[in-house]
């Protein structure tokens, strides 16, 4: 049989337990900001989300850099960039949804619109 003190030390043990798993599964799959917009990789992936959208709309646009992003774990990573784009000469931000897994040579465009 239990005393007191042990069931309160149980009770702490399994509460600590849950909130490290609670706030492990909040990372996984939860967008992180990504710090250095700058990085070849994201700057290709925002190159590549103003040519995909440019073959599909032909709107003309021109990538001219990353603004801002966030990256997602999944299957792969998915990217929410805010890209500077020429556009008839003025700048405007758009915002891309990217999903890659480089290691299969996959690469697909989700969306692409104004950023607010």
Known sequence: MMNNNS???I???L???VVV???AAARVG????ISDVKDPHVVEIGEFAVTEYDKQSKSGLKFETVV???SQVVS???YRLIVAVNEGGASKNYEALVWDKPWLKFRILNSFKPAN
């Open 7 to 9: 069931s309160k030390i």
């Open 76 to 78: 792969g990573t998915n």
């Open 30 to 33: 939860g967008w992180s900001p």
């Open 21 to 23: 798993y609670a706030s």
């Open 15 to 17: 509460l600590s337990l």
């Open 68 to 70: 801002s992003g966030e």
């Open 11 to 13: 009770f702490l043990l």
